[in-house]
C-alpha cells in the first residue's frame, strides 16, 4: 500500500477508524508514543506514522522518527488539529501510525510443545479482550481464537489494553468454534470450558503437561451449550457467598496464571 501524500496519508488513516475499512485493507490504526514505540522494537508492519510538529521537537519523537526513517517508514507532519481528529483518546499524544494487521501460521501455534491456546465465545466488551491478550501474553498463551461475535481485535479500546501484546500472540479472527474444538481434539488438546456451575475448581485440575485449549465466555450469557457438550472438562473459580461472578478479564487471569504456576520449573 503507497500514499504519496499528507493528505492522502490522513484521509486513509481517518478511514481505518471504520471496522469494514481495516478489514478491507488487512491495516489498522495505533496511537500513542509507548505503542508506536513497541510496534517499533517488535518490528511490526508499519506503512507509515503521522506526526505533529510539537513531537518532532520532543527528544523520545526525534528518536522514534529516526528508528522508523532507518527502517524506510515514511514520516508525515500533520497540525495538532488533524492529528487530534484522528486519536481516539482525550489527549493525543502527537503520534499515530498505520500498521499491517499481523499474518499468524495456525500450525504453528498449536503444534507447540505443552500449547496452550484460548478460545472466547462472543466476548464483547473491548476493555476484557484487550487484558485477556494481555494477561495471556505474560502467562505463556500460544495464542487466542475469537469466536464469532467476539469484538473486533483492532477496536482502538482493545488495542490500548493490550498495551503492544497485540504484536506478540498470535490472534486469529471469525473462528468457528465447534470445528476448532473438535479439531484440537483429534490433536491430543484437552479442551476445557471455564463455567461458574461446573462442579470441578479450577486450581484442583492438573495442568502440568500437554496441550490445552481453554474456552471463555460471553460476559452476561456464558459459553453456548453447543460447545459446553463437546469439551473435555469443565472448572469453576469458586466465590465468597454473595458474589455471583467475575469479570471476565479477572476470571480468564486467574486460570491462565495457574497453568503458568503449575508448570513453572522453579516453583
Not at 507532519?77 to 482525550?90: G, H, I, P, R, W
Not at 479450577?202 to 450469557?221: A, M, P, Q, V
Request: glycine share 8%; hydrophobic share 40%; aromatic share 8%.
Amino acid at each position: 500500500m503507497e500514499v504519496k501524500t499528507t493528505k492522502q496519508a490522513t484521509r486513509f488513516a481517518r478511514d481505518l477508524k471504520k471496522r469494514k475499512h481495516r478489514q478491507l485493507t488487512s491495516r489498522f490504526l495505533i496511537e500513542g508514543v509507548n505503542f508506536v514505540e513497541d510496534a517499533l522494537i517488535d518490528r511490526a508492519a508499519l506503512d507509515y506514522m503521522l506526526v505533529s510538529d510539537k513531537f518532532w521537537q520532543r527528544k523520545k519523537g526525534k528518536r522514534i522518527i529516526d528508528l522508523a526513517s532507518s527502517r524506510g517508514i515514511r514520516v508525515f507532519s500533520v497540525k495538532e488539529n488533524v492529528l487530534a481528529k484522528l486519536a481516539d483518546t482525550e489527549t493525543p499524544q502527537g503520534i499515530v501510525a498505520v500498521c499491517q494487521i499481523p499474518v499468524w501460521n495456525k500450525d504453528e501455534t498449536i503444534c507447540g510443545q505443552d500449547a496452550l491456546v484460548v478460545a472466547l465465545d462472543g466476548l464483547q466488551d473491548p476493555g476484557n479482550l484487550g487484558t485477556i491478550i494481555r494477561a495471556g501474553a505474560g502467562a505463556g498463551v500460544s495464542g487466542f481464537f475469537l469466536g464469532e461475535g467476539t469484538v473486533d481485535l483492532y477496536n482502538p479500546k482493545v488495542l490500548r489494553s493490550t498495551m503492544g501484546t497485540v504484536f506478540r500472540v498470535p490472534t486469529f479472527h471469525q473462528v468457528e468454534l465447534v470445528s476448532l474444538i473438535k479439531r484440537l481434539k483429534s490433536l491430543g488438546f484437552t479442551t476445557i470450558a471455564a463455567d461458574p456451575r461446573a462442579r470441578i475448581k479450577y486450581y484442583c485440575t492438573d495442568f502440568k503437561k500437554g496441550h490445552l485449549l481453554f474456552i471463555i465466555g460471553n460476559e452476561s450469557r456464558g459459553i453456548r451449550k453447543e460447545l459446553l457438550d463437546i469439551v473435555d472438562l469443565k472448572v469453576s473459580i469458586p466465590l465468597s457467598e454473595g458474589v455471583e461472578s467475575l469479570n471476565a478479564a479477572v476470571a480468564a487471569a486467574l486460570i491462565f496464571y495457574e497453568v503458568y504456576r503449575q508448570r513453572d520449573p522453579e516453583g
